[in-house]
């Protein structure tokens, strides 16, 4: 199995909170450029939660129609709304994406059981594949190895899971669980400096935000572990570490993130989404700092 990295991406917004495809275009070129292997728009990294029903099947579709089949795109489609879920997901597959990454409603902390319920009746109304999208930080639940596992058996088109955690164990956890009786099952780590013991443990890799600002260090460590070259493994380990501070730098990285990309010469606009629309300098200043540390980009 090949490894791979996914990256959640960014969305550009004008000054005035539109969506700026001309500098959408410059991130997609970018990221492929550098060899990243897909890309998943609206995640977290991308503000899905402020955007319309019509303002996301817009973007899909733009970013279809960009990629044009040169990766794979795996848009994010979970909603509070049920019905808005299920209509972006068969819309989206209706274009030709590798499938769809959904995250359970995200107010209500639900229990193994809800849990279950969603995705079972998704699944079944999702004419393509459908990737879990877990998320305790966000959703205020954790979604067990056995959840997955039932879901697995009621449903073949449920094909993976983004594990967005701080516990590494429970991705290990996941893979011990589902990979001997659903071997085609996708485990992606949510968190960067998860990759080596996702894909120690059977998984396939990550869909990772720094991979927005250092998409080609992302590119040479996937190579290196598809090559078995461990040295190489290590060494990159060594410099996405520290970089895992930049998520907590802010209360929100997806500004922070677009300014760093922006000073690596990217041309786009770094506006955010209200409130998360401004950022102290001296924040920035010390991300910049940080990177530079480790990986002399700037």
């Known amino acids: 199995m090949a490894y791979e990295i996914l990256t959640p991406v960014v969305t550009i917004f004008d000054k005035n909170s539109n969506i700026d495809y001309n500098s959408n275009k410059n991130v997609i070129e970018y990221l492929i450029e550098n060899g990243i292997d897909g ?21 899909v579709s733009f970013y279809v129609t960009e990629v044009d089949n040169r990766v794979s795109i795996m848009p994010g489609t979970g909603s509070m709304n049920f019905e808005e879920t299920i209509e972006l997901s068969n819309f989206s597959i209706s274009l030709g994406v590798k499938g769809v990454l959904v995250i359970a409603p995200y107010y209500y902390a639900l229990c193994q059981n809800k849990i279950f319920e969603y995705y079972d009746a998704l699944a079944k109304k999702v004419k393509g594949d459908v990737y879990i999208y877990n998320f305790e930080a966000r959703t205020g639940h954790n979604i067990s190895a056995d959840t997955v596992y039932n879901l697995c ?101 997806s500004l922070l993130f677009k300014k760093l990309m922006d000073a690596r010469g990217l041309e786009i606009y770094t506006e955010t989404l209200f409130p998360f629309d401004k950022i102290d300098e001296t924040i920035f200043n010390k991300s910049l700092e940080l990177v530079q540390n480790v990986y002399k980009i700037f």
């Open 153 to 253: 058996k009621q449903n073949k088109n449920i094909k993976g899971i983004k594990d967005s955690t701080g516990v590494v164990s429970h991705t290990l956890e996941i893979s011990s669980r589902i990979l001997n009786d659903f071997p085609y099952f996708e485990i992606y780590s949510g968190f960067d400096d998860h990759f080596i013991s996702n894909i120690m443990s059977g998984g396939k890799g990550c869909i990772a935000a720094l991979s927005n600002i250092v998409p080609e260090l992302w590119t040479k460590w996937v190579k290196a572990a598809n090559d078995k070259d461990f040295d190489m493994v290590a060494d990159i380990y060594k410099i996405i570490n520290p970089l895992m501070k930049l998520y907590s730098m802010d209360s929100n990285f």
């Open 39 to 59: 890309i998943v728009p609206l995640g977290s990294t991308g503000e899905f939660a402020s955007m319309s029903l019509e303002k996301k099947k817009e973007f």
